[in-house]
């Protein structure tokens, strides 16, 4: 074994891997399902060979027919990129239906070259219905070089169990190998085979494809037919001219019936009923296969399946082998989670005798599923009562006359806390729009703190700005470490805000950052207050961050990285804390806010669902802020996923009520900034979808407006308002599809839209 330098393992400088799954797809015969292709053999389509796995953009990864430990090929990674903290979190696509109640162990051969870091090696099992995890970690520090060496873990499978995540954690520099991964189940090996239900991955045109069950139209069936063990039958039949036969319906060719997008079905009941024959002497079983894929844009490649069942088809005659046509029914309640896309829906066979179907219905709660083929478009009576509602603004222009903004001055009332939305955090427009707002809400509304969604920590120093002038607009943006705030239109805005305190001394406006994910900021700002004796204990808390801040996916609370960082982090913050000294006094609620801040990067790896745990302690941050400064009015600058009334804003509403407001943003077409194609660029915008909420706002035929939601009536002209539609949601990575499922009248207490968007305009570094 040979020793690692004497390096960090996880540094700053270094990259942080999550393979969870680790799964390269292969194509089958049968109409394009996909296997988990875990000895890593080269494909011929390449490109289309990672829908179930990611991998940060710093990493640069390829098929190695030299290096390898078996097979023709292995997966090579190169970790050479300086940046920092980059990686995601993924999930397998394993089917645990033949693991429940047993152990598997989960095992790879890792190879490396020239390697300084560090190996962790996990399988978890996740049941979403009880939010339950059951992880187990191989924690290697030691690795030895140039060697094949096997990493494994074992892991019981309980009953309930959701889906299996496994991968690796890695961190460092240098090149690694992979090869050779398995599973295996009480001595038994997974056999890699083609997933049900995942031709919805390679041929997404199946989300729109609705079947005749009936197998009556075989034009309309033109789509299923395609699958080489299907064929219509006019022999044997229940009901019409024709049946449904199958040929083979083990699971490496089990049949895909339907693909039913689940958006606004979640936490329903699906249900499958039909009729069901087999040869008389076959002794074969059938099960209905439900497949529920994610497709969850907030990772770079986004297929996961998040559950997959086999339910048994009960039958109701007395004998399965009589060659008579049986009715059958099974039924299962759909995952209430709102990344789930679609449900594949098949039929499975335990061999390889044929069998035939007909008259099959998939319901949802007893209903046909909604067809995602027409959506409604306004109506004239819509549109009209959208004119009527709707407040006219005259411009984005921050210099421009308030007099379109007096009619807002009812609708926001007395609040004292107002978050303004975005949609993405690169467009031109509504950051000039939001810039404008907070001019109107500082010279009339008296509102004294802008908080952004920035650290915490790195905003003093534009809060420093804005109050005394120290420092550079454009050095202080970019030191908050957001590509998305070091933009020419944030510039504006904090050197008029820096303006405006210069002519109003006595009712200055501060700058404050309200998030938390990372440490180093409030780090490095804790040790200039530090004495000499109390810096070694810096440096040990200072270490294990580099091991928290490294953690990109959940680990639980009692694992050794997180317990030994909340030790480091409470022996500094109890030996500083109990002797202040006396010049520092008046900085203690700062010193104190940067121990939380570093408490809450540590709790956030160590809770799993940390976005909703990010923004709880966001909403904690707004409101201390809001309750530490005198006759405090805060507007906050966030995206649409925070200040909406769901996620941070939920917090918000609960502690303030109506001194709480929210303000959504969306703009119709145009482009915007924003992670494409693997870097900063300008990026266009979808068209607006027929059926989105922006579909209505467009044929208001009004440039930019702001809609009151408070007060919505439900009438027939304001159904589309009371229901939940596509909503353009982009934030800071822009993805082929821009729209989410949304319910804005329970989110926002307003929103604003504009019709045009362009890019923001990144910061242009003067040299004196």
């Not at 009209?384 to 609708?411: G, Q, V």
Request: proline share 5%; with cysteine; net charge positive.
């Amino acid at each position: 074994m040979t020793k690692r330098k004497n390096t960090p393992i996880f540094s700053p400088k270094i990259i942080l891997l999550f393979l969870c799954s680790l799964i390269y797809p292969s194509f089958s015969p049968s109409y394009g399902q996909t296997k988990l292709n875990l000895d890593f053999e080269i494909q011929n389509d390449e490109k289309s060979a990672f829908p179930f796995w990611s991998f940060p953009r710093s990493i640069s990864f390829q098929y190695d027919t030299i290096v390898k430990y078996s097979g023709q090929s292995s997966l090579r990674l190169d970790l050479t990129h300086d940046s920092v903290f980059h990686g995601a979190f993924y999930n397998t696509s394993v089917p645990v239906v033949d693991f429940k109640t047993k152990n598997i162990t989960v095992s790879a051969w890792i190879k490396t070259q020239d390697f300084d870091g560090a190996i962790q090696f996990y399988a978890t099992t996740v049941n979403h219905q009880e939010s339950d995890r059951l992880s187990f970690v191989q924690d290697t520090s030691l690795i030895e070089e140039g060697k094949w060496s096997k990493y494994q873990v074992e892991i019981p499978v309980p009953a309930q169990t959701d889906y299996l995540a496994m991968g690796m954690y890695l961190s460092g520099q240098g090149k690694i190998w992979i090869d050779h991964w398995q599973i295996t189940c009480e001595g038994q090996e997974y056999k890699d085979i083609p997933l049900p239900g995942t031709q919805i991955v390679t041929d997404t045109l199946l989300s729109l494809y609705e079947p005749d069950l009936s197998f009556e139209d075989t034009k309309k069936n033109t789509r299923l037919l395609k699958q080489t063990t299907l064929a219509t039958d006019s022999l044997y039949f229940k009901e019409g001219r024709q049946s449904l036969k199958l040929q083979n319906g083990i699971r490496a060719n089990a049949p895909l019936l339907q693909v039913i997008f689940l958006d606004t079905l979640w936490g329903k009941t699906l249900s499958v009923k039909g009729f069901i024959r087999k040869y008389s002497f076959a002794k074969s079983t059938h099960s209905v296969f439900f497949s529920f894929i994610s497709n969850d844009k907030r990772f770079r490649n986004s297929w996961f399946i998040h559950k997959y069942l086999e339910l048994p088809i009960q039958l109701t005659s007395l004998s399965d082998t009589s060659g008579e046509w049986m009715k059958f029914s099974v039924e299962t309640p759909i995952p209430d989670n709102e990344y789930l896309k679609y449900a594949s829906i098949g039929v499975v066979s335990t061999d390889a005798s044929a069998f035939w179907l007909d008259n099959i219905k998939i319901l949802v709660d007893g209903q046909a599923p909604p067809s995602v083929n027409a959506p409604a478009l306004p109506t004239l009576a819509e549109t009209t009562w959208l004119k009527k509602a709707i407040i006219p603004l005259k411009s984005t222009s921050p210099s421009d006359p308030f007099t379109d903004l007096l009619a807002l001055n009812e609708k926001i009332g007395k609040a004292h806390m107002i978050g303004l939305g975005e949609n993405t955090h690169g467009s031109h427009e509504i950051f000039q729009m939001k810039h404008r707002l907070i001019r109107w809400l500082v010279e009339q509304k008296g509102f004294n703190v802008i908080a952004f969604e920035a650290d915490m920590a790195a905003a003093e120093d534009v809060n420093k700005y804005v109050l005394t002038g120290k420092g550079d607009a454009r050095k202080v943006l970019k030191g908050l470490g957001y590509w998305t705030w070091s933009v020419e239109e944030i510039a504006e805005l904090i050197r008029w805000v820096r303006q405006y305190n210069v002519a109003h001394p006595k009712q200055m406006v501060q700058f404050k950052g309200f998030d938390m994910q990372y440490s180093w900021k409030a780090l490095a700002a804790l040790k200039e207050y530090l004495q000499p004796k109390d810096t070694l204990a810096w440096h040990s808390l200072k270490k294990r961050m580099e091991y928290v801040q490294a953690i990109r996916r959940f680990v639980p609370p009692t694992d050794t990285t997180i317990v030994s960082a909340m030790q480091a982090l409470r022996e500094v913050k109890n030996t500083f804390l109990i002797r202040v000294p006396v010049g520092l006094l008046s900085q203690k609620a700062l010193i104190q806010q940067h121990f939380r801040q570093i408490e809450q990067a540590i709790e956030l790896r160590s809770v799993g669902e940390s976005s909703r745990f990010r923004d709880a302690c966001m909403a904690e941050n707004l409101y201390r802020t809001f309750s530490s400064i005198p006759n405090a009015r805060v507007v906050i600058w966030a995206h649409n996923n925070h200040v909406d009334k769901y996620d941070m804003g939920y917090w918000l509403k609960t502690e303030l009520a109506d001194d709480y407001q929210s303000i959504g943003f969306t703009f119709d077409q145009g482009t915007f900034r924003a992670i494409y194609k693997d870097s900063v660029q300008l990026a266009p915008a979808q068209t607006s979808v027929a059926g989105s909420y922006e579909s209505y706002f467009k044929t208001a035929q009004t440039p930019m407006f702001y809609l009151p939601l408070q007060k919505t009536p439900l009438i027939k002209d304001t159904q589309w308002l009371h229901q939940r539609l596509l909503f353009r949601n982009i934030g800071a990575e822009a993805y082929n599809d821009d729209f989410t499922r949304r319910d804005l009248l329970k989110e926002f207490d307003a929103l604003i839209y504009i019709q045009k968007s362009t890019p923001s305009k990144p910061l242009v570094m003067q040299n004196k």
